[in-house]
């Protein structure tokens, strides 16, 4: 019998649940979602080739295309839509 009472936790079914909720939902996640390896390059591009490049517009396509040919690039590489297009020509 469970003691009862404001120091009485959840019970080891309902903790075991959750901890399997939780491993279930993070393996789901991890699997689903690959993780982003160079997300934090785009400054340190965008500053480096910003030397070279006086034009905004050029500056964002040049960035761009460097780290498009990165083989880890899997938040760049042909998911330019058209919403984003546009807001590089309007620079």
Not at 29 to 39: E, H, K, L
Not at 40 to 57: E, F, G, N, Q, T
Not at 65 to 85: F, H, K, M, Y
């Amino acid at each position: 019998m469970r003691p009862l009472g404001p120091n009485a936790g959840p019970s080891r079914t309902v903790r075991f649940a959750l901890v399997g909720l939780i491993a279930v939902v993070g393996v789901f996640n991890v699997w689903r979602t690959p993780p982003q390896y160079n997300w934090d390059l785009l400054p340190y591009v965008a500053l480096a080739k910003s030397y070279d490049i006086a034009s905004m517009k050029e500056l964002h396509r040049a960035t761009y295309d460097v780290l498009s040919a990165l083989p880890l690039n899997l938040a760049i590489a042909g998911r330019r839509s058209g919403q984003e297009q546009s807001d590089v020509d309007a620079l």
